[in-house]
C-alpha cells in the first residue's frame, strides 16, 4: 500500500560547486558535508513532505553541472515537475550562468514544470557576491520563484522544496496540472488513485440516475 497521496519528481541544476547535492543532503538526511566530491552524472534522493495535509513523496534528481556531463542530465528535464535552479550568492560567475541555465530548462522540461531560483550559501553572506535584490529581480523577470538557502545551516532547504509542491499541489486541485500523466514527473499513491475511483464511479451512479428519471 502507497503511504503518499503524490510523488513528485524534482530535478536540481547549476553550476558546479555551488552546493546542489548538500542541499539534497541537507533536506533528505539533514546532515552536511564540507567535503563532497563532485556529482558524476546523476544523483538521487527521496523524502516524504507533508503539504496542505497531503502526504507528498518527492523523488529529487541532483545533477552533475559540469559541460561533460550535460547530454546526461538534459534526459531527466522532461520527466520532472520541479527544478531548483541554484547558483552561489558568493560566486558572481554562478548567477551569470543562470540564463543559460533557464535556457536549457525551457528547451528540455515539459510546460508545466516549476522553477525554483535558489541563492545558496546564505551563511557566507560577509563573501557575498549577489545582492538578494538581484536573485529577486532575475526570478521576477522570468516568473520564478525565489529563496536564498544555506545547505550549511539548513535555512530555507525545507521550504524550498516546500515552495515548490504547494505551488504544484495548487495546480493540480485547479485543474491545470493532470496528475495521471506520469510523464510530466508526477504519479499518484494508491490511496488517492482509489478516491479518484471512487468519485468518477459515484459521478457516474448520478449521471445513471438522471438518465433513468
Not at 519528481?9 to 546532515?31: H, M, N, P, R, T
Amino acid at each position: 500500500m502507497s503511504t503518499y497521496t503524490y510523488l513528485f519528481k524534482y530535478i536540481i541544476i547549476g553550476d558546479s560547486s555551488v552546493g546542489k547535492s548538500c542541499l539534497l543532503l541537507q533536506f533528505v538526511d539533514k546532515k552536511y558535508k564540507t567535503d563532497h566530491d563532485p556529482t558524476i552524472g546523476v544523483e538521487f534522493g527521496s523524502r516524504n513532505i507533508q503539504v496542505k495535509g497531503k502526504t507528498i513523496k518527492l523523488q529529487v534528481w541532483d545533477t552533475a553541472g559540469q559541460e561533460s556531463f550535460r547530454s546526461i542530465t538534459r534526459s531527466y528535464y522532461r520527466g520532472s515537475i520541479g527544478a531548483l535552479l541554484v547558483y552561489d550568492i558568493s560566486r558572481r560567475d554562478s548567477f551569470e550562468s543562470l540564463g543559460r541555465w533557464l535556457e536549457e530548462t525551457k528547451i528540455n522540461a515539459n510546460d508545466k514544470t516549476v522553477i525554483l531560483l535558489i541563492g545558496n550559501k546564505a551563511d557566507l553572506d560577509a563573501e557575498r557576491k549577489v545582492s538578494t535584490e538581484e536573485g529577486e529581480n532575475f526570478a521576477n523577470t522570468h516568473g520564478l520563484l525565489f529563496l536564498e538557502t544555506s545547505a550549511k545551516t539548513g535555512a530555507n532547504v525545507d521550504a524550498s522544496f516546500n515552495k515548490v509542491s504547494e505551488l504544484v499541489l495548487d495546480q493540480i486541485e485547479q485543474g491545470k496540472v493532470d496528475p495521471t500523466n506520469e510523464a510530466i514527473g508526477i504519479k499518484i499513491g494508491v490511496q488517492e488513485s482509489e478516491n479518484i475511483l471512487r468519485d468518477q464511479s459515484h459521478e457516474n451512479k448520478r449521471n445513471l440516475k438522471c438518465c433513468n428519471t
